[in-house]
C-alpha cells in the first residue's frame, strides 16, 4: 500500500487536535488584564500540549520520509498513535482547569506516556515491514531518546502525586529534548 493516505489522514487528525485544544482557551468576559490571570494555566498547558502535538506531528513526517510503503498493521498502529493523541485535549484541558493538580498532572502524563510507547509501537512495525537493514532501521538506531523518554514519564507520574510541578518540568524537559526534529532520520536521507 502507498503511504500517502495515512499521511494525508495523520496531517487532518492532528490539525483537528490542535483545533479543539485551543477551543478549550475560554475568553474572560471582562476586558482589564486582571481578568487573563486565571487563564494562565490554561494557557501554559495549552502552550505543552501545543509543543508536544506539533514535535509528533514534526516527527511523523520525518519518519515517514524514509518509509516506502505501509501495511495493514502499520495502518493500526498509526491509528493507535492517533487515538492516544486524540487525548491531548482532554488531559490538557482537565490539567488546566485545574491548576495543576496531582490527578490530571498525572493522568496528562499516563497519555503523554501512551503516546510514546505508540509512536515506539509505529516505528517497531515499520523496522518489521521495511526490514532491519532497511534506511529507517538504520535511521533509528537504537532509538535511545525515545526509550530514555519512556522512562522519564513513567518516573513523572508517581512523582506527580508528591510534587505536581516537578512532573510537569520533566514533561518540559522531555519536550525539549524532542524539539528539534530527528535527525537521525534528516542525516540518514542526506547521506
Not at 493516505?5 to 468576559?29: N, Y
Request: proline fraction near 4%.
Amino acid at each position: 500500500m502507498v503511504k500517502g493516505r495515512l499521511e494525508a489522514f495523520s496531517d487532518g487528525v492532528i490539525a483537528i487536535i490542535i483545533t479543539i485544544m485551543v477551543l478549550e482557551l475560554k475568553i474572560p468576559h471582562e476586558s482589564d488584564l486582571a481578568a487573563l490571570l486565571p487563564l494562565i494555566p490554561t494557557f501554559l498547558s495549552y502552550v505543552l500540549s501545543f509543543v508536544y502535538v506539533g514535535i509528533y506531528w514534526n516527527n511523523h513526517h520525518h519518519l515517514f520520509q524514509v518509509v516506502q510503503h505501509v501495511n495493514g498493521s502499520t495502518l493500526w498502529a498509526n491509528l493507535h498513535l492517533l487515538f492516544w493523541l486524540s487525548l491531548f485535549p482532554f488531559a490538557t484541558a482537565w490539567m488546566g482547569e485545574n491548576h495543576f493538580a496531582a490527578l490530571p498532572v498525572a493522568l496528562y502524563g499516563a497519555v503523554l506516556l501512551l503516546a510514546a510507547i505508540a509512536y515506539f509501537t509505529l516505528t517497531c512495525t515499520l523496522i518489521l515491514r521495511h526490514g532491519q537493514d532497511s534506511t529507517l532501521a538504520n535511521a533509528l538506531g537504537r532509538n535511545l531518546k525515545g526509550k530514555l523518554s519512556v522512562l522519564i514519564y513513567a518516573v513523572a507520574i508517581p512523582l506527580a502525586f508528591a510534587t505536581p510541578w516537578l512532573a510537569c518540568a520533566l514533561y518540559v524537559l522531555v519536550a525539549v529534548m524532542w524539539l528539534v526534529p530527528d535527525r537521525r532520520i534528516e542525516k540518514t536521507l542526506n547521506s
